[in-house]
């Protein structure tokens, strides 16, 4: 199956830095998406981005399909940023795959206040 | 807009036990999916409903677990028996349509002893 690939698995930051989250995949995929689970487990979803750049607030994904990696920006972090970040890809391929996530190990992220 | 409910947040059950978790999607949504999450690791699709049909089950170890979704609305998740390794986290998702954009539940948290 698809290898999904985050990078770095931890990273500590100082309020207010900028950091840069890497997610790479083995295949071909139909969608990306990025999801935050904060320190309670919630899993929130915060791009749905298959390709090219999108932004809201301080943070900015973007998804190069073509050489199969994307990357999320967080700027200015704040100590709310703090928890596991994840990446889950959907394989093409159509039919069944269709909506069948396989997620990346996380980057756990904590930032000082 | 309610989001996706789940019952109960936490259970401990001793090995060989039978438990049932419960998923209560969000309104509209015709694709639910189950994903177990073990400490450490991001979340692994266990099995995927189109309305009230099975689309991917592939992950699911049918042996011992069973997901239902009768009427196309809410679902149920069902291990017996349960072993030491299926302690993990259940979380449930859903989506407008396959492939759209997934919302998770706040998860079940299963310690089987």
């Known amino acids: 199956g698809i290898q999904v690939e985050q990078s770095p698995p931890d990273l500590i930051l100082q309020e207010g830095a900028n950091s840069t ?12 998406q990025w999801f935050h689970q904060n320190p309670w487990g919630q899993l929130i979803n915060l791009f749905y981005i298959p390709s090219g750049t999108k932004q809201n607030g301080r943070l900015s994904a973007t998804t190069v399909a073509t050489e199969r990696y994307s990357l999320l ?23 069944t795959s269709y ?7 996380g980057t756990i992220l904590t930032v000082h206040p | 807009e309610a989001g996706v ?4 947040r936490y259970k401990i059950i001793e090995k060989r036990q039978s438990v049932a978790f419960w998923c209560n999607p969000i309104s509209g949504h015709a694709t639910l999916y189950w994903y177990q999450q073990i400490l450490g690791q991001g979340p692994k699709l266990l099995i995927q409903f189109q309305n009230n049909g099975v689309v991917d089950d592939s992950q699911l170890p049918k042996d011992r677990f069973s997901a239902e979704r009768l009427k196309g609305v809410d679902s149920t998740l069902k291990i017996q028996p349960a072993k030491l390794e299926d302690s993990a986290v259940y979380l449930c998702a859903s989506s407008t349509t396959p492939g ?3 919302y998770f539940g706040p998860g079940t948290r299963l310690t089987v002893l």
């Open chain 1, 21 to 32: 989250l890497r997610c790479n995949f083995s295949d071909s995929v139909n969608n990306l």
């Open chain 1, 73 to 95: 920006y967080i700027s200015s972090s704040q100590t709310t940023d703090s928890g596991v970040y994840f990446c889950a890809v959907d394989p093409s391929g159509g039919g």
């Open chain 1, 99 to 105: 909506g069948k996530l396989t997620f990346g190990q």
């Open chain 2, 5 to 8: 409910a789940q019952s109960p």
């Open chain 2, 100 to 102: 759209t954009t997934q």
